[in-house]
């Protein structure tokens, strides 16, 4: 119980910046994704290489997170841990890209007709809004690890390793759906 109550005070002081990055870093992204380079005049090359890249670290992020669960149900903690620090800097390289990407390129318009349209616009759809839900999740999971608060870890991590790996997993499917309509 004592340990229960110094992980929360350790928690505490972490929480200002999980607010914080759970609201910034969608704003940011949002405000970004609107920004286009070519558009306001700079003489920028299109980043048209970095879809299947980043769509790739969304798939070695799913992969990971596997693994990292795996490993910790082995009682590989030190390992878990790593490949948990592994996870969070693939899913900012792949932010990051995407970004990039969005600032450096047009839109692409998913070309497919009927039902197949319904299907990829219900996966990009959720895709996207548990992408901005994840982050809290993913920093307090976090951040109670780092903290040693793991009861109270393994209790929300069960809540964001599907969210996480959901994400991950339709970041690649959604690349895949919509790759045969970008324009090269």
């Known amino acids: 119980m004592e340990n229960q109550i110094n992980g929360k005070n350790a928690e505490s002081k972490y929480n200002k910046w999980i607010v914080v990055l759970s609201v910034a870093i969608p704003l ?4 970004l994704f609107g920004v286009n380079l070519k558009k306001l005049g700079y003489n920028v090359q299109p980043l ?21 669960v795996m490993a910790i149900k082995n009682g590989k903690q030190k390992l878990h841990e790593n490949l948990m620090k592994f996870a969070i800097t693939l899913s900012v390289a792949f932010l990051a890209m995407y970004v990039a990407y969005h600032m450096t390129s047009d839109s692409t318009k998913f070309g ?21 839900v994840i982050i809290p999740f993913v920093l307090i999971t976090y951040v109670r690890a780092i903290t040693k608060s793991f009861e109270r870890h393994k209790k929300i991590a069960r809540i964001t390793y599907p969210l996480w790996l959901y994400v991950a997993v339709t970041g690649v499917i959604v690349y895949l759906m919509i790759s045969p309509y970008y324009v090269h």
Request: charge should be neutral; glycine fraction near 6%; hydrophobic fraction near 60%.
């Open 112 to 132: 497919g007709e009927g039902a197949i349209k319904y299907v990829y616009y219900f996966i990009l759809i959720t895709h996207i809004i548990l992408s901005v």
């Open 48 to 68: 048209s290489f970095l879809p299947p890249i980043y769509a790739t670290v969304n798939g070695l992020t799913a992969i990971v997170l596997v693994v990292a």
């Open 28 to 31: 940011v992204v949002a405000a």
